[in-house]
């Protein structure tokens, strides 16, 4: 039977609700990671977006460097709120950390000036396309997952702490793990004031 596609975009959403049980082991995670990384369009087929998979103690480790970095930067009344925010990100099972490898966005500037101005932008764009794909497929498996951005505040231990290429930069974290709780529906706007139609 044909899958409907809207039906599974329909699946996705931003799920913060997360627990460790996995409806999928490690190696088919890292199998449906794969199959993204080679699908996904980008300009000048460039495939400059790279991804760091943790798990386990890795996950955890990165969140208490996110908990540790920004707790240096937060008033102390909002120390505990922030603590709980951060652990329901640990509480996930797994964190899939997107990057961009600048020396391919170098490259591609290099070989073609004309568009030199475009490939910064388009690697973000083009990283996007994957982020949205992996949440979308993870949705596909029952596995709930959200989107953040520490970056860049917690770019350089992060690099320490998992041995990342000195040319990859961070754009964004996405912890993933079983559903705990379905987000409720959130408001959409006119459809009307965002589409137009000549014809
Ligand atoms: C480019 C982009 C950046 C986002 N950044 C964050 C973020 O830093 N933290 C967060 O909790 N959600 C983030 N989100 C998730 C949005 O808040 C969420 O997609 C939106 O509210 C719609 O909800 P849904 O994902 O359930 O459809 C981001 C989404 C996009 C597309």
Do not use: C
């Amino acid at each position: 039977m044909q899958q409907n596609i809207l039906e599974l975009f329909a699946k996705r959403h931003s799920f913060y609700e997360l627990n460790n049980n996995m409806p999928l082991s490690d190696e088919e995670i890292k199998h449906l990671i794969q199959k993204n990384l080679q699908l996904y369009p980008s300009p000048f087929n460039s495939q400059s977006t790279r991804i760091v998979l943790l798990l386990k103690d890795k996950h955890l480790k990165l969140w208490g460097i996110v908990l540790q970095k920004l707790s240096a930067l937060t008033p102390e009344n909002r120390i505990s709120a922030l603590s709980e925010k951060i652990s329901k990100f640990s509480q996930a099972y797994g964190t899939i950390l997107f990057y961009i490898d600048k020396n391919v966005v170098q490259s591609l500037q290099d070989r073609f000036p004309l568009y030199a101005e475009n490939f910064s932008n388009w690697s973000y764009q083009a990283s996007a396309i994957l982020q949205f794909m992996i949440w979308t497929s993870l949705a596909d498996n029952s596995i709930g997952a959200n989107l953040q951005h520490y970056n860049p505040i917690i770019d350089n231990e992060v690099k320490v702490a998992f041995d990342v290429p000195d040319s990859w930069e961070l754009v964004a974290q996405m912890p993933f793990g079983g559903i705990s709780q379905t987000p409720l529906p959130h408001s959409f706007e006119n459809i009307e004031q965002k589409l137009i139609i000549r014809d």
